[in-house]
């Protein structure tokens, strides 16, 4: 199985995280349809004052010169890139094929109320798949993870078929209800979490990409092999914001704060009705 990498500002991934989280692939759970001399002070230099001098004005222009050198170089622009946060107000459902819904939720394989119950209401085959998958791995092992569902094509729900939706769940608490995580676990759980769903994103594209170029050059006759759907974009509802109790404000400054790399995710569409 793949490792879980780490590519976010908001830290490395926590050293205390179990040891099974990281070796989590959601992907492959899923049916197709990761020094100088120092002069004696009691011998005072014979240099004359006409030398001391040149050398103490060559000091000093030496000094200006480094310093001005310091001061371009903590200048220029940082070349460390963060994720983009776009905020829309419009139903989140309402979006083109292939693209990624993304919510928060808890590892304990139910979506009861709020977002989550339109999610299940909206994609039920996708949430039997979210519910075994917290049943295959546990809550502990799931928290700061993505879970990726890629579009279910033989749904029996028509909408879902239609939409061509991929759906991502976000573990950011173990539980629900009173049960659910202090606002400061959630937020790392959220940090991580995000940090999973780049890395994922990319493996999906990546892949897709190559089974693209490969059945291009097929020979004539040659089978061509199921694939997944690359990810277009990524939406997002105000995640946590919810039955998790954390403020938007908090979240959101978490989730601007995950450093991406060449090729990654770049931005996030943060849809809702307010």
């Not at 622009?77 to 939720?105: E, G, V, W, Y």
Request: charged letters at 25%; aromatic letters at 6%.
């Amino acid at each position: 199985m793949m490792s879980k990498q780490t590519r976010l500002n908001f830290g490395q991934a926590s050293s205390s995280a179990p040891a099974k989280r990281r070796r989590l692939n959601a992907i492959e759970d899923l049916p197709v349809n990761d020094d100088d001399e120092i002069e004696n002070p009691s011998k005072p230099s014979k240099e004359s004052s006409k030398t001391k001098a040149t050398h103490e004005k060559e000091s000093n222009e030496s000094d200006e010169t480094t310093n001005e050198s310091n001061s371009q170089h903590n200048h220029q622009p940082s070349s460390t890139k963060s994720i983009t946060l776009s905020h829309h107000k419009a139903d989140l459902f309402a979006a083109p094929p292939h693209t990624l819904l993304c919510h928060a939720t808890n590892a304990q394989g139910t979506w009861g109320a709020g977002i989550a119950s339109a999610f299940k209401k909206n994609y039920p085959a996708a949430f039997k798949l979210y519910a075994s998958h917290c049943a295959a791995w546990g809550t502990s092992s799931l928290l700061g993870t993505t879970f990726l569902i890629p579009p279910q094509t033989k749904s029996f729900s028509k909408a879902e078929r239609e939409s061509q939706h991929w759906v991502g769940c976000l573990f950011t608490s173990e539980k629900k209800g009173k049960g659910k995580g202090s606002k400061e676990s959630i937020l790392e759980a959220t940090g991580e979490a995000v940090q999973d769903l780049v890395r994922r994103v990319k493996d999906v594209n990546e892949d897709a990409a190559a089974t693209a170029s490969s059945s291009s050059s097929a020979t004539i006759g040659g089978s061509k092999g199921s694939s997944r759907p690359a990810i277009a974009s990524v939406r997002m509802c105000k995640i946590n914001s919810g039955l998790f109790g954390v403020p938007w404000e908090a979240t959101s400054a978490v989730v601007e704060g995950v450093e991406i790399e060449e090729g990654d995710l770049k931005e996030i569409e943060v849809f809702s009705m307010d």
